[in-house]
């Protein structure tokens, strides 16, 4: 999209629709963290399962979520500030 501004014409590479399903999959990440635990939680209970190994998937879910986390900040900071390195990498 270009905007003119008196004689200048910059070009507007931030998408709107791509920030709002950046904004909207933070609250999915969320949602689908809470409800592993959740999960874990009650396979712990219920279910025979090895102690070791529900620890480590519940540490798998964490990294996995702090990584969802980092790539929506990244991605947010690249759309708004119209660096596309930022977006691309993540």
Same mark, same amino acid.
């Given at each position: 999209? #270009? +905007?003119?501004? =008196?004689?200048? +014409?910059?070009?507007?590479?931030?998408?709107?629709?791509?920030?709002?399903?950046?904004? *909207? %999959?933070?609250?999915?990440?969320?949602?689908?963290?809470?409800?592993?635990?959740?999960?874990?939680?009650?396979?712990?209970?219920?279910?025979?399962? #090895?102690?070791?190994?529900? =620890?480590?998937?519940?540490? $798998?879910?964490?990294?996995?979520?702090?990584?969802? $986390?980092?790539?929506?900040?990244? =991605?947010?900071?690249? %759309?708004?500030?119209?660096?596309?390195? *930022?977006? #691309?990498?993540?």
């Amino acid at each position: 999209m #270009a +905007v003119d501004r =008196g004689s200048k +014409v910059m070009v507007v590479k931030s998408l709107l629709p791509y920030q709002i399903v950046l904004y *909207l %999959n933070g609250f999915y990440t969320l949602f689908y963290t809470i409800c592993e635990l959740l999960m874990f939680i009650y396979k712990g209970e219920t279910l025979p399962y #090895a102690p070791s190994s529900l =620890g480590v998937e519940i540490v $798998i879910l964490l990294l996995t979520s702090f990584v969802e $986390i980092l790539r929506l900040f990244f =991605g947010k900071k690249g %759309n708004l500030t119209e660096r596309p390195l *930022l977006v #691309a990498y993540l």
